[in-house]
């Protein structure tokens, strides 16, 4: 099994930036696939970004060009740096990780743009 731990979600005004983080309990090596989605109520979980485990990444569309994802091996930590926020980035951000073909998922971190 994989726990998740999301932290550095919050409010933030149109424009800026934040960055989250997520820490998993086993070595990110082991896991095939990290990565962050998004959901607001009344809607599906959609894809944020993703890192495979040979460093390949992708993204939403909705957030390319303004959000990266990278990761620290040695921490087992994935990152999230969310620039030039919107307010339609607001959502519920959740990690991700596949272990061994099964999806595993973290608490969740709020995320509000807004001035």
């Known amino acids: 099994q994989v726990q998740l731990a999301e932290s550095g979600g919050g409010l933030v005004q149109p424009g800026g930036s934040l960055r989250l983080s997520c820490v998993a309990s086993?070595?990110?090596?082991?896991?095939?696939?990290m990565g962050w989605y998004r959901q607001v109520p009344g809607k599906e979980r959609e894809l944020v970004a993703r890192?495979?485990?040979?460093?390949?990444?992708n993204y939403g569309d909705a957030v390319k060009g303004r959000f990266t994802i990278s990761r620290d091996n040695v921490k087992n930590t994935v990152y999230l740096q969310m620039n030039n926020l919107e307010p339609e980035d607001t959502a519920v951000y959740y990690c991700n990780g596949v272990f061994r073909g099964f999806d595993y998922w973290g608490q969740g971190t709020q995320v509000t743009v807004s001035s």
């Open positions: 086993r070595s990110i090596f082991s896991l095939s696939a």
């Open positions: 890192i495979i485990s040979n460093g390949n990444t």
